[in-house]
């Protein structure tokens, strides 16, 4: 009973509802929103892929230092004591993995930049 | 390298921007009309459009592959309105309790009043009950008239609605239901046809 007279009144909303002229938006608002997106989808920096030759590289160099780096596992001991040179060769490789992390970043920061300068010209 | 990487990323963008047209021409007047059903403003009502746009925009690429753009959009609509709520509660509650309290007595008739400009009707017929239907919609709760837009105007179903609010399917069918049991509770005036 209740639920039919649920559809009796869902049917008369609908009914007025498809009578109603619904709002749209004002062609200046859909123009200027329009070019606001656009300018937004240029902005984005669309890389190219990364060749397969690079990735290729990248896990030899990796399988390469691990097949080296294996054997002197076993002359590492907790209580060793650090001096100056075997810090400054730690604080070496930790900064080249740090700038090795950071490189995309700080590249596509760069393109990123110099894409919204020529757009701004464009547009 | 430089000059085909920036041939490739123009030839790229001219491709997004097509497909974001064609997303955008399809989808923009049910994104309006959810925006200005929400806020019940049409002031509010474009820039929660525009922000919708820039966002879709912005993730535009997560959009290419997506089953459901549809339901994505609409979400994003909701969120930023809610974010917006959030926001105008936090900056209400640095006002004084009695311009809150005015506010609060004069927003219902002014509510009524942008609705009122929202839903122009075809005929002098049905000006006085698409009016009427417009600010019963004013009326209801934030949660009833977000369910009965997305259900009755954008065409969505339970499922979907339940994905766009996070809320459980059943939840979202009792809201309905409630929701046009007042909405008829309060168009009692006009006779069934």
């Known amino acids: ?123 | 390298m430089t000059s085909e990487h920036d041939q490739s990323a123009k030839t790229k963008n001219a491709e997004n921007r097509k497909m974001f047209d064609a997303l955008y021409d399809h989808y923009k007047s049910d994104v309006y009309r959810f925006a200005v059903y929400l806020t019940k403003n049409r002031g509010e009502a474009e820039e929660l459009f525009q922000d919708t746009w820039l966002r879709v925009a912005k993730n535009f690429l997560k959009a290419v592959n997506m089953k459901k753009v549809k339901s994505w959009i609409f979400t994003i609509t909701s969120n930023l309105y809610k974010d917006s709520l959030r926001k105008k509660r936090v900056r209400r509650s640095f006002l004084f309790q009695t311009m809150e309290q005015a506010g609060n007595n004069q927003s219902p008739r002014e509510n009524a009043r942008s609705m009122d400009n929202l839903s122009h009707t075809d005929s002098s017929e049905q000006l006085d009950i698409g009016r009427a239907i417009s600010q019963a919609l004013t009326k209801l709760p934030e949660q009833h008239r977000q369910i009965f837009v997305l259900k009755e105007m954008a065409g969505f179903k339970y499922s979907e609605i339940s994905e766009i609010l996070k809320l459980p399917e059943g939840t979202v069918k009792s809201v309905l239901f409630r929701a046009v049991k007042k909405l008829r509770l309060d168009l009692k005036a006009y006779s069934q046809g």
């Open chain 1, 1 to 123: 009973m209740e639920d039919k007279d649920f559809q009796k009144d869902l049917e008369f909303i609908r009914t007025h509802l498809k009578k109603m002229k619904k709002p749209e938006p004002s062609h200046e608002l859909v123009e200027k929103t329009r070019n606001l997106c656009h300018q937004k989808l240029c902005s984005r920096v669309f890389s190219p892929a990364i060749p397969k030759y690079i990735w290729i590289a990248f896990a030899l160099t990796l399988i390469l230092i691990a097949i080296i780096m294996l054997p002197f596992t076993k002359s590492l001991k907790l209580d060793q004591s650090l001096d100056l040179q075997n810090a400054g060769v730690l604080i070496l490789i930790a900064q080249n993995a740090v700038m090795l992390f950071f490189a995309p970043v700080v590249i596509r920061k760069f393109r990123g930049k110099q894409k919204i300068g020529s757009n701004a010209l464009t547009i």
